[in-house]
């Protein structure tokens, strides 16, 4: 492997809903010079524009990821840029060109300068057929687009660790919640939706049945787990590197919308579910994590309650 051309921090696909909080993380953390935000537009008056360092850059464009890692000596890649499950159905020859191709340009930019790598895979990985609480290790059979694409991801990351001794590690997200960017096309964004509707609207049309239980997941407790990954010594990652199970929360559309109702007087969720209905059902209920555990020791810190409490303060702050 090649020596990397420095220690700085490249974000793909950093206006999203994930990058928007990790290059925040990963500033305070590293300094804001140190972490370059990047992404294929710009969003005008966003933080990240204005806090550090932005660059506009496509994931299919390998001379340009190439001629960034060397220009901006880079040691270390953050790969979020990706289609979604929700859009990913509706465009899924786009989806397949975006997230297998342009892992495919990071990996091999990885390769060739010698560069740590963070690809994140997500529950959208499995099938029908895995257990209601699905295991580390079980038969991967997605039903859409977006989850092939992610178990291909998941192969590459192995694949490029073991032939080439990239060191490319992910997690499987499950549904993220978070306050700081808006929906970003997944099938679990109604449990980020549905904050927004109660404190502007009062009321919420949801996309998905009130008994529709999915694994979900707190935006600080998803920024933490990443990062303590991505530090953790490399003898501690074990053959689950591609895609480690994290569990935070589990709960149903209903159980969700009750618990807001608890906090915003007057609100009201009318439960209308649409073609998503049909991707959430084809995933699990809950993740056993015990394998992340066990080899990095990851723990989730946020239950309903807590994150709950936390949306609705931090948007009501905003306001």
């Not at 001794?165 to 700081?180: E, N, T």
């Not at 960017?181 to 996309?207: K, Q």
Request: aromatic content about 8%; proline content about 7%.
């Amino acid at each position: 492997m090649a020596e990397p051309p420095g220690d700085r921090i490249l974000v793909t696909g950093a206006l999203g809903q994930i990058g928007t909080d990790l290059v925040g993380a990963l500033r305070d953390r590293h300094g804001s010079d140190s972490v370059i935000a990047s992404d294929v537009r710009e969003v005008p008056r966003h933080p990240l524009l204005e806090d550090g360092p932005f660059r506009l850059l496509s994931v299919l464009d390998g001379d340009g990821m190439d001629s960034m890692v060397r220009e901006e000596e880079v040691g270390e890649i953050y790969h979020l840029a990706a289609i979604l499950s929700a859009t990913g159905e509706k465009k899924p020859e786009l989806c397949q060109r975006v997230n297998v191709g342009g892992t495919i340009t990071v990996l091999e930019t990885a390769k060739e300068h010698g560069l740590r790598v963070f690809s994140p895979s997500s529950i959208a990985v499995f099938g029908p057929d895995a257990p209601r609480t699905a295991p580390q290790v079980t038969p991967l059979n997605p039903t859409t687009t977006y989850g092939m694409t992610k178990v291909t991801g998941e192969m590459m990351a192995l694949n490029y660790w073991k032939q080439y001794g990239v060191d490319a590690r992910g997690i499987r997200y499950p549904g993220l919640i978070s306050w700081k960017s808006p929906p970003g096309g997944g099938t679990t964004d109604y449990a980020v939706e549905i904050f927004h509707a109660a404190l502007n609207e009062r009321h919420y049309d949801c996309f998905v049945g009130p008994d529709t239980r999915l694994p979900m997941m707190y935006i600080d407790d998803a920024i933490r787990g990443t990062i303590e990954l991505m530090e953790a010594p490399t003898e501690s990652i074990g053959p689950s590197r591609g895609g480690y199970n994290l569990s935070g929360m589990s709960f149903t559309a209903g159980d969700l919308a009750n618990a807001i109702s608890e906090r915003v007087d007057g609100f009201t969720c009318e439960f209308k579910p649409d073609e998503r209905q049909q991707y959430a059902d084809s995933w699990p209920d809950d993740v056993d994590d015990s394998t992340a555990r066990e080899d990095w020791g990851w723990k989730a810190e946020y239950d309903l309650g807590r994150m709950v409490n936390e949306m609705l303060d931090r948007l009501n702050d905003q306001s």
